[in-house]
């Protein structure tokens, strides 16, 4: 008599999120990209957001930064912007799934904007980056 359980399991990987070139007092610039997630049949998962590495990052305002120079921008759940994408502390939200097989994959859209605002009007032209952590639990 042979018997085994089977582990649930899940990956992700995650696309740069490139926004179209800002120029101050040109309107909000907006992006997405898209996590894909494998998961074992039937394993509920959930994505998160970490607000991001730069000095200064919170997921109320995230932010971009080029050497000491920084601009403003943050992720959201859907293309309405309306739920930061966080880790569901305060009013950030995450997203929930159900694995597919290992061998198919979720998609998970992560829509970002760079708001025209005063604070980005007065930023230094440069080439700003910042990096998020993806972090899926099931």
Not at 4 to 23: E, V
Not at 41 to 56: A, E, R
Not at 73 to 93: E, I, K, P, Q, R
Request: glycine residues 12%; neutral net charge; charged residues 5%.
């Amino acid at each position: 008599r042979r018997s085994s359980d089977l582990q649930s399991t899940c990956s992700a990987t995650a696309a740069t999120l490139a926004f179209p070139n800002y120029t101050p007092g040109g309107g909000a610039q907006i992006g997405n990209t898209a996590i894909t997630v494998k998961c074992t049949k039937n394993t509920p998962f959930t994505v998160s957001l970490n607000p991001g590495s730069t000095t200064g990052d919170a997921f109320t305002q995230r932010l971009m930064a080029s050497g000491a120079n920084t601009l403003q921008y943050n992720l959201y759940t859907t293309a309405a912007l309306a739920t930061v994408f966080g880790d569901g502390t305060g009013s950030t939200g995450t997203v929930l799934g159900t694995g597919l097989g290992v061998a198919t994959a979720n998609t998970v859209q992560v829509f970002g904007q760079v708001p025209d605002n005063a604070t980005n009007q007065a930023a230094v032209p440069g080439a700003y980056t910042d990096t998020i952590t993806v972090t899926v639990t099931y």
